[in-house]
């Protein structure tokens, strides 16, 4: 890791304990950044170790999780995993590899086990490698063999010896693994396969996607319709944002935009490695509810009707607008006691009411 700096590599091991200890060790011998993930913390705790690993500027270069990592999170951003301990469940390991091994990983996984000789840990390394082949390839029938042969592979980690029947215990094992494999693979169902490929209509679809994830329209109107509805835009590092409720909303509270903000984005392999980060897209709930809301409201509405009188001439057009004059200032000010939202409303561009707004300014500075 540290010829590496440049490398997220994400760190599983089985306790808490392993964690803290791992951290302090890689800071005090390699200053190197190491955000924690693991079952005490909370989880917006866990929230911002994972953000702060994902991070590509001025992020952690290291993630070292327990074995709540295992499950729920991905980290298709990295390639490089270590684990510190194997799990006795197969299908816990499988599920370690698949944090790297997800739809957005562009690279070879590298998977690398630390393990003391004649130990236990290097009997399950040796299971899983060459019994079960479960680091090089996906592993469906490593829970049949374990639950099979689960009392005899105790007895091997129990006393942590080595020699000519643990060699034909994993070979055994091996042979049963390619056995059990071979009956799965005759059990595909090869018409279903090809017709879920989906051919050029999966092509076309995948660029379709892509098309309506680079247009510019999505991200300016976007930005107007956040604008009209009065929330707070904050420009964030590659390419996110972050949105706040503002107290000049068009409503008190929009519903998908909690109180303490949320952080979005309209690239979507960014969303895909930032479980905190929201992908806009026009099917969005922010873009959907505001939509309605704007379509729904009296803002901005608007009514044409034809108007039958012989005695005007022909093709003219009457326009009445309606204007709301109101003072725009924080709530602790109370201006709107002094200067209420005022309508003034207009004909053909002739006001039929006057609105002096200087007598009204200088009628507040008076009383403050």
């Given at each position: 890791?540290?010829?590496?700096?440049?490398?997220k590599v994400?760190?599983i091991?089985?306790?808490?304990?392993?964690?803290?200890?791992?951290?302090?060790?890689?800071?005090?011998?390699?200053?190197?950044?190491?955000?924690?993930?693991?079952q005490d913390?909370?989880?917006?705790?866990?929230?911002?170790?994972a953000?702060?690993?994902?991070?590509?500027?001025e992020?952690?270069?290291?993630?070292?999780?327990?074995?709540?990592?295992s499950?729920?999170?991905?980290?298709?951003?990295?390639c490089?995993?270590?684990m510190?301990?194997?799990?006795?469940n197969?299908d816990?390991?499988e599920?370690?590899?698949g944090?790297?091994?997800?739809?957005g990983?562009?690279h070879?996984?590298?998977i690398?086990?630390p393990?003391?000789?004649?130990?236990?840990?290097?009997?399950?390394?040796?299971?899983?490698?060459?019994?079960?082949?479960?680091?090089?390839?996906?592993?469906p029938?490593?829970r049949?063999?374990?639950?099979h042969?689960?009392?005899?592979l105790?007895e091997?980690?129990?006393?942590?010896?080595?020699?000519?029947?643990?060699?034909?215990?994993?070979?055994?094992?091996h042979?049963q693994?390619?056995h059990l494999?071979?009956k799965?693979?005759?059990?595909?169902?090869?018409?279903?396969?090809?017709?879920?490929?989906?051919?050029?209509?999966s092509q076309?679809?995948?660029?379709t996607i892509a098309?309506?994830?680079?247009?510019?329209?999505?991200?300016?109107?976007?930005?107007n319709l956040?604008d009209?509805?009065?929330?707070?835009?904050?420009?964030?590092?590659?390419?996110?944002?972050?949105l706040?409720?503002?107290?000049h909303?068009l409503?008190?509270d929009?519903?998908?935009?909690?109180?303490?903000?949320?952080?979005v984005?309209f690239?979507?392999?960014?969303?895909?490695?930032?479980?905190?980060?929201?992908?806009i897209?026009w099917?969005?709930?922010?873009?959907?509810?505001?939509l309605?809301?704007?379509?729904?409201?009296?803002?901005?509405?608007?009514?044409?009707?034809?108007?039958?009188n012989?005695?005007?001439?022909?093709?003219?057009l009457?326009?009445?607008?309606?204007y709301?004059?109101?003072?725009?200032a924080?709530?602790?000010?109370?201006?709107?006691?002094f200067?209420p939202?005022?309508?003034?409303?207009?004909i053909?561009?002739?006001?039929?009411k006057?609105?002096?707004?200087?007598s009204?300014?200088?009628a507040?500075?008076s009383?403050?």
């Amino acid at each position: 890791m540290i010829a590496h700096r440049d490398k997220k590599v994400l760190i599983i091991c089985a306790h808490t304990t392993t964690v803290l200890q791992l951290e302090q060790a890689l800071r005090e011998r390699g200053a190197i950044r190491a955000a924690l993930f693991h079952q005490d913390q909370s989880l917006i705790d866990r929230d911002r170790a994972a953000a702060y690993f994902a991070a590509e500027e001025e992020g952690a270069q290291v993630l070292i999780c327990s074995e709540i990592g295992s499950e729920g999170r991905n980290f298709q951003f990295s390639c490089r995993l270590i684990m510190f301990d194997l799990p006795f469940n197969p299908d816990l390991l499988e599920q370690r590899i698949g944090r790297l091994d997800r739809i957005g990983q562009n690279h070879d996984i590298q998977i690398m086990v630390p393990y003391l000789e004649k130990t236990p840990q290097a009997i399950l390394l040796r299971w899983y490698h060459e019994g079960l082949d479960a680091f090089e390839h996906t592993c469906p029938t490593g829970r049949t063999l374990y639950d099979h042969c689960h009392q005899e592979l105790m007895e091997y980690l129990i006393t942590s010896a080595e020699g000519q029947k643990l060699d034909e215990f994993i070979d055994r094992c091996h042979q049963q693994h390619h056995h059990l494999r071979s009956k799965l693979e005759e059990g595909r169902d090869r018409l279903l396969e090809m017709h879920s490929n989906g051919g050029e209509q999966s092509q076309q679809l995948a660029a379709t996607i892509a098309k309506q994830d680079n247009d510019v329209n999505l991200i300016n109107f976007t930005i107007n319709l956040l604008d009209i509805i009065g929330i707070n835009q904050e420009d964030h590092s590659d390419n996110m944002m972050i949105l706040t409720p503002s107290d000049h909303m068009l409503v008190p509270d929009f519903p998908d935009i909690p109180q303490d903000g949320c952080t979005v984005t309209f690239d979507r392999h960014r969303a895909l490695s930032r479980e905190d980060v929201q992908f806009i897209s026009w099917e969005h709930p922010i873009i959907r509810n505001g939509l309605d809301m704007i379509l729904s409201g009296d803002t901005g509405s608007c009514a044409v009707s034809l108007l039958k009188n012989k005695t005007l001439p022909v093709g003219t057009l009457l326009t009445e607008l309606v204007y709301v004059v109101e003072a725009q200032a924080p709530k602790y000010l109370q201006l709107t006691r002094f200067l209420p939202p005022t309508t003034d409303t207009c004909i053909n561009g002739c006001s039929r009411k006057r609105f002096s707004r200087s007598s009204r300014v200088r009628a507040v500075e008076s009383t403050v």
